[in-house]
């Protein structure tokens, strides 16, 4: 089945809003009969099994495409908006993009060359031409690819995880299946599309016929919190640096009535137990589910049953329905309890590959096994506990981001010998960027902090510019010649 039709089966024909918020609102019939218009357009224009880039902002036109380019049969590429030019430039070589649906305001801030482009008002005309449909393709194959999600890679270049149409059904009916959604939930989402987590809501809800308040303002705290009881949201999803905010730097959030809300969710990175035990005092009739994931497993790998919360505080849980979890020790067999090994996965939900890497494919998925890179430990009862993170990437606020490449920049710097970016505890970003960075013999250090900082800032998104920088008086090299980090 096309993923297209498993999430809309039921839905399409609602006359209910999906879309709701202050920027705008949007119904089923509507996304449906614009996302199938549109199909038919795609296919026609380019066929099938074509790269298609998606530079929206969370809303209706991002739904739209995204839904399109499934149809259609070709692959979706959600990326950020806030791209930079030279990560861009890396993915539309890797990818070679036939189309680029994106928004009028990037226009002029991006270069795709040689890429035709579809605005808004291309859209708007093209979805409104006509009302060409498909008939279901029941003999569609759902091993076909159906997105590719680009995430910061060890080695600085974004790497192109590879989901299908089944990977993406898979995950959905197994989060609905512990989350208990229905066509009544009404989730605010202020995590991005192009991120796994983010979408993982956007599936859910379309396929139970819920719907979803976008907020792409978390920055103003009142708005995200006067938006939970306007449009009565019965759930609410985040990452550790969002829960954090709304506890410690807003003054009424833990004294609000939240009548509606249900139930929340938090991924992306370990929130400290502190923040969960503070949010459970304040709203105790609010479900609170702890999840872990990977963009590799479709977003989701295990959850925290919350009536085990109170006894396994700390735990990522176990396995979600259709996923098989266990942990590996050195030698590649099952660990015992208590044993510190790899996190390692299997199921419908895990991704083909990565895009052009067969190398690292074949490290990551072996033996039918996704090995995650995380190491942890299962007590007696089964349930998971992280102990530590293998790679190198690190979580800001839930953003990815690899050491490798904001050491580059700072690296073309004349005045800066090496420098090591590291991942430092924060209460609020759950992990903050550290540079530490030996100098030129007699360079000024106050003068090379504004030069560093000026010089990130201009070439990283703003989560990527260390937060905290110290200079070393040398590199530490250990006996074998490598960098002591």
Not at 425 to 441: R, S
Request: proline content about 4%.
């Amino acid at each position: 089945m096309n993923v297209f039709d498993y999430f809309l089966t039921d839905s399409k024909s609602l006359d209910k809003d999906l879309i709701l918020g202050r920027a705008e609102t949007a119904s089923y019939q509507e996304i449906f009969g614009k996302s199938l218009a549109l199909a038919a357009k795609i296919r026609k224009e380019i066929g099938e099994n074509k790269n298609v880039l998606v530079l929206f902002p969370n809303s209706s036109w991002f739904i739209i495409t995204y839904l399109a380019i499934f149809k259609s049969g070709n692959v979706c590429v959600p990326l950020n908006t806030d791209i930079e030019q030279k990560n861009l430039d890396y993915i539309i070589d890797q990818c070679k993009p036939a189309v680029a649906f994106i928004s009028k305001r990037l226009k002029p801030k991006l270069n795709l060359d040689g890429i035709t482009l579809y605005d808004e008002d291309c859209l708007m005309a093209l979805s409104s031409q006509g009302r060409d449909r498909f008939a279901e393709e029941t003999n569609f194959d759902d091993k076909r690819l159906a997105e590719i999600i680009f995430t910061s890679g060890s080695t600085g270049e974004p790497k192109g995880v590879m989901l299908s149409h089944r990977n993406l059904i898979a995950n959905t009916r197994s989060i609905l299946e512990y989350l208990n959604l229905t066509s009544e939930d009404t989730i605010e989402i202020v995590l991005p599309f192009y991120y796994c987590y983010g979408l993982s809501l956007l599936h859910t809800h379309l396929r139970v016929g819920g719907s979803v308040v976008l907020n792409n303002t978390f920055i103003f705290l009142g708005s995200v919190l006067d938006d939970l009881n306007k449009y009565k949201c019965t759930g609410f999803s985040g990452v550790p640096s969002h829960f954090q905010l709304l506890l410690r730097n807003s003054t009424s959030f833990k004294t609000m009535d939240l009548p509606y809300l249900r139930y929340v969710t938090q991924a992306g990175g370990k929130l400290h137990d502190v923040f969960i035990e503070e949010f459970r005092e304040a709203f105790p009739d609010v479900v609170f589910y702890v999840m872990y994931g990977q963009t590799e497993a479709t977003a989701r790998l295990s959850y925290l049953p919350p009536e085990f919360l109170p006894e396994k505080l700390g735990s990522m849980g176990k396995g979600i329905p259709g996923v098989e979890l266990d942990i590996f020790n050195d030698k590649g067999q099952p660990a015992g309890v208590g044993e510190v090994g790899e996190i390692v996965a299997r199921g419908d939900n895990i991704m083909s590959g990565y895009l052009n890497d067969e190398e690292l494919t074949a490290k990551t998925l072996k033996n039918g096994w996704l090995h995650t890179g995380d190491l942890a430990q299962k007590d007696e009862d089964g349930f998971f506990f992280i102990t530590a993170r293998t790679k190198e990437i690190i979580k800001v606020g839930g953003n990815r981001v690899s050491p490798k490449e904001v050491e580059s920049v700072i690296l073309t710097l004349p005045e800066v010998v090496d420098c090591t970016i590291t991942g430092e505890f924060d209460e609020m970003l759950g992990e903050l960027l550290k540079a530490e960075i030996t100098l030129v013999p007699k360079t000024d250090k106050d003068l090379a902090k504004e030069e560093i900082l000026k010089k990130c800032a201009s070439e990283l998104i703003s989560y990527k510019v260390p937060q905290k920088i110290e200079f070393l008086d040398r590199v530490n090299i250990a006996a074998t010649g490598k960098k002591v980090k």
